[in-house]
């Protein structure tokens, strides 16, 4: 059964910086995509950033530079170290996980999140 765990949300000012976790079991790393979504009110569900069973990683646009995936293979720990944070990063931030398929992670990301697992999601507020 898969569980994805979520923490490390808060609130800061513009220009801090927060780290989540998500801690997930159930299922074999390598046969899974991991990522992060955001949701803030009133707006549709965006995609962060996502690592591939092969330790890949990519980010969406306005997250490039500030955002900083990654993973702790022993601890089953998917990290996610937001720097340069402002007030639109406001949002319910989503660990995700979904079993790789022939289509590639990037190909779940950007089209099938809707495939995922998702996690209990943890509150970010930026304030200005």
């Known amino acids: 059964q898969v569980q994805l765990q979520e923490s490390g949300g808060g609130s800061v000012v513009a220009g801090g910086s927060l780290k989540l976790s998500c801690q997930a079991s159930?299922?074999?790393?390598?046969?899974?995509?991991l990522g992060w979504f955001r949701q803030a009110p009133g707006k549709e569900r965006e995609g962060v950033a996502f690592i591939d069973s092969a330790g890949s990683t990519s980010y969406a646009d306005s997250m490039k530079g500030r955002f900083t995936l990654s993973q702790d293979n022993v601890k089953n720990t998917l990290y996610l170290q937001m720097n340069n944070l402002k007030p639109e990063d406001t949002a319910m931030y989503y660990c995700?996980?979904?079993?790789?398929?022939?289509?590639?992670?990037?190909?779940?990301?950007?089209?099938?999140?809707?495939?995922?697992?998702w996690g209990q999601g943890t509150q970010v507020t930026v304030s200005s």
């Open positions: 159930g299922f074999t790393y390598s046969e899974y995509c």
């Open positions: 995700a996980a979904a079993r790789v398929t022939y289509f590639g992670c990037s190909y779940w990301f950007r089209r099938r999140p809707d495939l995922s697992y």
